[in-house]
């Protein structure tokens, strides 16, 4: 069992940036796939990106490409999204969420086994 905590919400004015934390708790972080989700208002939850146990491996959406960096620190059991040139678009619950059986990113939210409870993300124009 394990237990994340998404952390780092907030309003923010298009072009500026954020960075979302997931801590992890119950089992270390290094033995989970990690991926970042979003869900905006009346729409799926969709993938964000994504990180392999090991970091080797990174998966991005591509309407975040080159804006969004996910990483992760094992040592504190936590997974990390920066968010740069963010555009209102961007606004949604974001989600974290770990995956025990894959080694690398799966994109699919179905194969991921915890989340978290989201945190806030808004962009104004």
């Known amino acids: 069992q394990v237990q994340l905590v998404e952390s780092g919400g907030g309003l923010v004015q298009a072009g500026g940036s954020l960075r979302l934390s997931c801590a992890a708790s119950?089992?270390?972080?290094?033995?989970?796939?990690m991926g970042w989700f979003r869900q905006a208002p009346g729409k799926e939850r969709d993938f964000v990106a994504g990180i392999s146990r090991d970091a080797f491996s990174t998966q991005y959406a591509d309407s975040v490409k080159g804006r969004f960096t996910i990483s992760r620190d094992n040592a504190k059991n936590t997974v990390y999204l920066q968010m740069n040139s963010l555009k209102p678009e961007d606004t949604a619950v974001y989600y974290c969420?770990?995956?025990?059986?894959?080694?690398?990113?799966?994109?699919?939210?179905?194969?991921?086994?915890?989340w978290g409870q989201g945190t806030q993300v808004t962009v104004s124009s």
């Open positions: 969420a770990a995956d025990l059986y894959h080694l690398g990113v799966v994109l699919t939210k179905t194969a991921y086994d915890y």
């Open positions: 119950g089992r270390t972080v290094s033995t989970y796939t």
